[in-house]
């Protein structure tokens, strides 16, 4: 009945540690396997999120940044690129210096897979620990703050800071007239700054949901034929617009109330469960 499914990955398909359990990859593999076409659906950028792909012997083009890249792996190319607009990184720029936060843009792998900066890098403990982190240093690059602005193809805008601040963000971001925009927080692993957070700045109308809708079309599919499944205030979209929205039982209480299904948790093998109810 599900002929196309979008995992989330971190809170997901990834456990606690970060890691695939043996059970969801069986599962993963024996969906594609029955002709599925399993793919993933991440805020993640282009490179960590090929080498989950790889391990999962995803082959079909992925979902990411949120919903502004679907690339595909196998014929290297971009299938759907949604860059945002210089009003936008404008305005998000500026809620972000007033809220405190250190900025960055990620940029389109299509010109790099680069991550700008502005300066205070060496004030800011986040933002330097962010910055030089093995898995990304070598992307980095290091602007004047005026040239934030200027970085060609950004595809989302970040900022990084101490996890309590996404609590001020969410509610000064609804009286910011300046954009209509969604914020989306996430834990950043890291070993010096335990409360490491990434917080993406997105135009509502970019999201995961209309990526799904634009790959399902793609597929010829209707998205009555379509499985999400996820856990986070950036899968709303697609867990509403799938024919299947499957939330994780850690998921946000907004997310388990919008879904269709409740299953496990990342650490209880919740997406083996609903691909083994549902599709297998």
């Known amino acids: 009945m599900y002929k196309l499914i979008a995992l989330d990955v971190d809170g997901t398909l990834l456990n606690p ?30 490179r960590p999120a090929r080498a989950i792909a790889l391990e999962l012997g995803i082959k079909v083009p992925l979902i990411l ?5 679907i690339y595909d792996t196998a014929q290297e190319k971009a299938l759907l690129h949604r860059t945002l607009d210089r009003s936008f990184v404008a305005a998000a720029l500026t809620f972000l210096a007033e809220a405190g936060i250190s900025p960055a843009i990620l940029q389109s792998p299509l010109r790099g897979e680069r991550i700008f900066i502005g300066p205070g890098e060496t004030a800011d403990p986040y933002l330097w620990d962010y910055a030089n982190r093995t898995d990304r240093a070598d992307l980095i690059e290091r602007c004047a703050p005026s040239e934030l602005l200027k970085v060609p193809e950004p595809l989302v805008v970040l900022g990084v800071g101490p996890g309590h601040r996404e609590k001020w963000l969410l509610n000064h971001l609804g009286a910011y007239r300046e954009f209509d925009s969604n914020l989306y927080s996430y834990h950043l692993r890291s070993t010096a700054i335990p409360d490491l957070y990434g917080f993406d700045l997105l135009p509502t109308a970019h999201n995961k949901g209309y990526a799904l809708d634009w790959l399902a079309r793609h597929y010829g599919f209707d998205l009555s034929e379509t499985m999400a499944i996820g856990d986070s205030r950036n899968d709303l979209d697609m867990i509403q617009s799938a024919g299947l929205g499957v939330a994780m039982s850690n998921a946000l209480p907004e997310v388990k109330a919008r879904a269709d299904v409740v299953v496990g948790s990342n650490a209880e093998d919740g997406v083996a469960e609903a691909l083994e109810r549902f599709v297998l």
């Open 17 to 46: 540690q970060g890691l695939i359990n043996p059970r969801v990859k069986a599962a993963v593999r024996a969906a594609t396997e029955a002709g599925c076409i399993v793919t993933l659906a991440t805020g993640r950028r282009h």
């Open 65 to 69: 940044y949120t919903g502004n890249l």
